[in-house]
């Protein structure tokens, strides 16, 4: 298992833990991507329902595609930094609908500590 999968199942599992949060998304469905530019790293999640279905290693045809290096992303996953200034700066980039980003920068910002 990749360190980008790994960090990945440790915010999804942070975000099954909110039941309020989860419970707002109901009626998403999505695949999202996350690629590391610098090491080629993929990770797919796929939502269902609001809530994720499954994490794996690999790419898969995507709804949302989120790009950065693996440190940018591993920070934004392990909630060290927020998706926004990354984002705002061009390190991080979103390709796919706006609602599906919108509600994936939710969902972190939420987590945050703050």
């Known amino acids: 298992m990749t360190a980008l999968v790994e960090a990945t199942k440790r915010f999804v599992a942070r975000y099954h833990t909110q039941t309020g949060l989860v419970a707002e998304q109901r009626g998403w469905n999505c695949m999202i991507v996350l690629v590391a530019a610098d090491s080629e790293q993929r990770v797919t999640v796929r939502l269902e329902d609001g809530r994720v279905a499954e994490v794996h290693d690999g790419e898969a045809p995507a709804d949302l595609v989120v790009c950065a290096d693996q440190q940018t992303l591993e920070d934004v996953l392990e909630l060290r930094r927020g998706p926004n200034e ?16 919108v509600r994936l920068d939710y969902i972190t910002e939420s987590l945050c500590p703050r």
């Open 86 to 101: 990354p984002y705002l700066f061009g390190e991080l980039t979103v390709r796919g609908e706006e609602a599906h980003f």
